[in-house]
């Protein structure tokens, strides 16, 4: 099969890069000093039965990281950024993870290391198994293993260009089994570049046993790493060998299960080996990469992106010898490149040289441009080895020792991830609510697939049960037309009216000369006339006493720009509050300022606009809880009518309100009242949303004073308005007052079954 | 009480003119001839134990129509010309509405004119009673009942000003009973501008009865009308004496129930009368309208108008005598101006001037200067009878006949419900949709309310069971997130294939640039460059045979200009064809053909499009099921890439195509192709329709062979669009093929009771 020349086809060239990409992370919790933790698993990380995503490896303390399936290495590192802020936001506070696959100082005791606290006997009865087998301090090493999958249309492709075989099942066992043998040949490669385990600490290896010259460049990828005993031995001559080697150990209890054959390679396929050469191998497990310390997630894009590079080059290569002796060299070479100093020269230089050679040749012919750079920068590191990952950690430990590194790095990381706590890493460039929903699904461990981003627009599963959700806040549980009523002000105020409940009284026009003839009706009252649809108050007019036939006039034309049907409406007196009502119960209300700062007697407005900026919950572009005060032309304007100049000082404690409306979009703050609310009004609250219908929904009510208990049947408040998308990262992140972790009240609305399951 | 001096107060003045309406109109169902008709009540109409809308009064052949209460008498008119609509077009097709007062001759023998048909026997039973007392015949005359609430604000700001009645009760009390008084002392005016029964057909009247000398000015209103008997005698001195006189009159036996007492006003409020002073009086009931010959539905809106103006009038007028004394010279005086010649002039000028020059001075008083027309032209005539409905009638009977006039406006009104049969009288200014769906409501005696008539937005109602729809095709029986899926042409894809559905594959792109790197994966294939969201067809480029880069450039950067997405999708061959679901059944499948006409080998094509513009089903902006074919830039182009101008005289049978899209907005053909599609068809859109999640759902499937059987895992068929807002209007009047009404099946799955109480 000359795969070399299949590839250079015109209808396969468009796929050669087409990829799936998935990634497992282990990584051992340690306090900031870098014990082993010896807490349990987070408890708010839900069920470990079922998790797709944070998981306990072989002990306790050790998590598993898991990301789906991506289309590409940067949309699987997104998600691994962003399960990574979920389980150190998850941890004991004092707790971080550990960046190294070299676990950190271990207990004297191998009783205090714990064996992960599982629900399923099965996998405790395994790992104590492995206890036995290997010893605890084995175990406790970590990694990444990388899943790759040719895309299926390349395969494809590839396979409709050939006659020699027949099915696509044993065409892809055919090019798997090739991959991976190059894989073992020239993984050497791969050790030398990342390899990122050089030291051990004091009392991981026993007095007895025999143990590598520190430093290494891997010891976890040497002999001294974690691997089986010297009499598994598996011919990669073909799939069937492969399957009938590991079937054979078994069988003669050399291997207690297929899963327990460590290699650097896996392939995977069916639920169990036995199924492969039916189902065909689906995609190859990459288990050789050490967690790089310099790397937040303990690897990064471009790292992946050589590998990914790499694994084409594989399929392209030719093999240069009979199978079992290729893969017998390449297990050599390792070895020896693993053990050598982080600092020294690699003896293969010749093939070094011409693997990266056959690569530059291979993007050439393909035409894969963009590739040369990463070639470039890891050719380079061939000759420079204190630029590998190894030879920059030996230049950190040899100064300061492995323990220094792993803490240095692992409290920068975990630092990282409370810096702006209401974001999700990977994902900050959704909407923030968005954000939040994603946070909390994958802590639950809710599966959670982006469909489209632009649009936040999401699919969630848990076992059979799939919810699609879009702004974190439209769901199933509403029915179509509840939005459609509140999307319609006169709608909305005809529902609630005929329900029984306060609603500003007040005429729909879309002709000006009718609510011309309306004046008569308004002249002497407290009213507003407005927009149909408002846009952040946009021509919006109140008369709080009457006004005359020229400003009535005056204002409806103003409100008719903006829209073709204009309300009039009588004003209501009093503070307008957001309530927030999910699934019957009111979870949040909210008083919202317009933006202001508040004097000293001493600093300029300018200056406290500074100061207040300074809140790291404020941002830009809906993307913190809380808007950077801005000081233009409006803000200026309203200065000016205040009779002050952005350079004026305020007296002490007086309020200088920068803008008439309180968006919190334009820098409002955000103040939660829940709790100084008395349950009347949240029965309103919650009544009225019933009668719209709704499941969720922001409801705006005028109350003039709530010291006075709100009765439905009067004027001790008015609804203004319903809101089919209310905000919720404002009630998570106020200004001042308690956050509302509404984002979980949806998830937990959506599946009770993953609320009830601990 | 001074109601004079109250009206004229600031507070009292924005709310004169604010009242509310209401209307029964009863007619005969009669043959074309004029044959009263022998049919029963149509079955199409439902259950008449609820209709709120379409009843039967004392005869099976006796229709009463019901308008629901409204602020407006215009929007009561709306509804009355829609009842009217719905009622012909329910009715037997050789049957029509008599449109008099007295009814068409009648069948000689009594039992031939049959008793409305009820379910409560209660009903029958009394109309057996009516029957006997007074005669069979003098219940089949036919008049319109006005109800008359002034408005609750009126009411309110009249009461504020005044401290001799202390509840609101008791000052409406008073209110109506002064109004009930002037009216019936006054009524003389209402008889003789608007009396309209002058004449009755043979056999009406016995040989033995006494009966008036015709012509005469109204029958029905005089005391050859339908009156209670002579010592039938109420005061009307106040709420309690009128109460007090009926209730000894139903106990004595004189009256068989309070309904029997037969009034030209009557007093409405709670259930019963005697509920009355606790209730207070709510509205007045006018019970003296004559059916109006000249007006479509009976009665104009004009006429109302006056009237509206007149119970003002009431109102404002002081009393000048006794209570009981102003009733009996009201009663003296209706009784000679109801019995006058058409065409002879009234004696009562005097007072009739006087009646007119306060109603002047009143609006002027009050500033009603739109009123003065309607004054104006209705105090002419007083001076000329044949002015008035009756004159007017008699000029025409004269020289004709009685049945003559009202064969032929009968046969007029029922014509102008068949003209266009797809629109709803009343409400052409909806959507077309919506107007089938209002006609539906109408018809199954569902209670339909207009909460917002720009945005199509309905409210439904039945027993308790109320429901919001908009666009006819918005309900509550989908759920949220659904149209949301469906708006969004990525994640329709996406849950489509992942529930194993065959979609055209692609890529979505939001940047130019990226666009541009998958040139290679599109090179050599068939397929489209579109913005992710389209708008008939703009920015759409379609390679049925692969792009240059140039052209594959330049069609992204047309897609750009649409939308901040773009979407470049495999071009799937075959035709589309719109599947329309509802409820998990295909309810419709549609083929749309562009604008196009077929050649005759003699007209030019402006000619074949004129031709073809004649259909009555093309109107144009929506309100016809098919758009008027246009000729303006894009048609002419067409033809020129044709080598065709609009002079061009096509051959005979060559179709010649106006347009490229195949929009019915745009002039296509609407072709109802549901029973030529194999079933295995319809079985992939009920299953993908269900995969969304959806109730109702328009999906466009491109088959490329429908004598192919459809399979789901195939290229048989690909699924291109679903629509959340599928049109509806062009399946119940397609251009060729069978009409669907589907508004009929919304309405169906909203109120299945209402199908099924039948």
């Not at 050719?379 to 950190?396: C, E, F, N, S, Y």
């Not at 059979?464 to 037309?481: F, L, W």
């Not at 308005?721 to 404002?730: D, G, I, L, T």
Request: charged fraction near 25%; charge should be negative; hydrophobic fraction near 40%.
């Amino acid at each position: 099969m000359k795969f070399k020349e299949l590839l250079q086809q015109k209808n396969v060239r468009p796929y050669v890069l087409a990829a799936r990409f998935g990634l497992e992370k282990e990584s051992q919790r340690v306090t900031f000093d870098g014990q082993l933790a010896t807490t349990d698993h987070p408890e708010v990380l839900g069920n470990r039965s079922y998790h797709p995503y944070i998981q306990t490896d072989f002990s306790e303390s050790q998590m598993e990281l898991i990301t789906p399936v991506a289309n590409s290495i940067h949309e699987m590192m997104r998600y691994l950024a962003a399960i990574h802020d979920v389980t150190l936001r998850s941890m004991n506070k004092h707790e971080m993870l550990w960046p190294l696959s070299m676990p950190p100082r271990l207990p004297q005791k191998d009783e205090e290391i714990k064996i992960a606290k599982l629900d399923q006997f099965e996998g405790v009865l395994y790992r104590r198994y492995l206890a036995k087998e290997y010893g605890k301090r084995k175990q406790m090493i970590s990694g990444i293993h990388f899943n790759f999958e040719y895309d299926n249309e390349l395969v494809q492709q590839l396979f409709s260009l050939q006659t020699e075989y027949t099915t696509i099942e044993e065409f892809k066992n055919i090019l798997y089994m090739k991959v991976a043998r190059n894989y073992l040949r020239y993984r050497w490669l791969i050790t030398y570049l990342f390899g990122a385990s050089p030291v051990s600490e004091p009392g991981y290896f026993t007095e007895r046993e025999e143990r590598p010259k520190e430093p290494v460049r891997s010891i976890r990828n040497s002999s001294f790493g974690y691997k089986n005993n010297e009499n598994v031995k598996v011919s990669y001559e073909s799939l069937q060998h492969y399957i009938e080697d590991i079937h054979r150990m078994v069988e003669n209890g050399i291997l207690s299960e297929e899963k327990e054959f460590y290699s650097a390679v896996r392939l995977r396929g069916g639920k169990q080996m036995a199924d492969l050469p039916k189902t065909g191998v689906r995609y190859i497990e990459l288990r050789n990469l050490d967690l790089n310390p310099f790397a937040p997630f303990g690897v990064d894009e471009d790292s992946l992106g050589f590998v990914h590079l790499f694994m084409l080059y594989l399929l392209w290569a030719d093999e240069l010898e009979a199978p079992n002796d290729w893969v017998a060299t390449g297990e050599f070479l390792n070895e020896q490149v693993a053990l050598g100093h982080p600092f020294a020269q690699v003896k293969l230089m010749a093939e070094g040289d011409r693997i990266f050679a056959e690569m530059n040749e291979m993007i050439e012919t393909l035409a894969l441009f963009g590739a040369k750079k990463s070639l470039d920068i890891h050719h380079a590191q061939l000759r420079t080895p204190d630029l590998t990952v190894a030879g920059k950690m030996w230049t950190i430990i040899e100064s300061n020792s492995n323990q220094d590194l792993g803490i240095v790095f692992g409290k920068e990381y975990h630092d990282m991830a409370f810096e702006r706590p209401y974001q999700l890493a990977g994902f900050r460039n959704m909407e923030l609510s968005t954000q939040l929903f994603l946070f909390d699904a994958i802590q639950k461990g809710v599966e959670v697939e982006i469909l489209d981003e632009q649009e936040q627009f999401l699919k969630l599963k848990h076992k059979n049960h799939v919810e699609y959700v879009k702004n974190a806040n439209m769901t199933s549980k509403d029915s179509y037309i509840v939005p459609l009523i509140m999307e319609n002000k006169t709608v909305t105020k005809k529902v609630l009216a005929e329900a029984g409940f306060t609603v500003p009284t007040g005429d729909e026009f879309d002709k000006l000369e009718y609510a011309e003839q309306a004046y008569v009706k308004y002249a002497e009252k407290a009213f507003v006339i407005k927009p149909k649809t408002t846009n952040y108050g946009l021509g919006i007019t109140i008369f709080k006493e009457g006004a005359s036939l020229a400003d009535y006039t005056e204002a409806l034309a103003l409100a008719f720009k903006e829209d073709s049907a204009v309300l009039v409406e009588e004003f209501m007196p009093g503070t307008e509050y957001r309530f927030f009502v999910l699934d019957d119960q009111v979870r949040a209300i909210m008083l919202r300022v317009p933006a202001n700062v508040v004097g000293d007697g001493v600093r300029s407005v300018e200056a406290l606009v500074a100061e207040k900026n300074l809140n790291p919950l404020r941002g830009t572009n809906h993307r913190s809880p809380l808007e950077i005060i801005q000081l233009g032309d409006v803000e200026r304007l309203m200065l000016k009518e205040q009779n002050l100049l952005v350079t004026s000082v305020p007296e002490k404690d007086q309020i200088v309100y920068l803008r008439e409306n309180s968006n919190v979009s334009t820098g409002g703050d955000s103040i939660d009242v829940t709790d100084t609310f008395d349950e009347s009004y949240k029965q309103i609250a919650i009544e009225a949303v019933r009668a719209l219908g709704a499941k969720i929904c922001g409801i705006d009510l005028i109350v003039p004073d709530k010291s006075v208990q709100g009765t439905k049947n009067s004027r001790t408040y008015g609804i203004i308005e319903a809101n089919f998308n209310p905000a919720m990262h404002m009630h998570a992140y106020p200004h001042s007052g308690k956050g509302r972790h509404l984002t979980m009240d949806v998830l937990r609305m959506l599946y009770p079954e993953v609320f009830e399951s601990k």
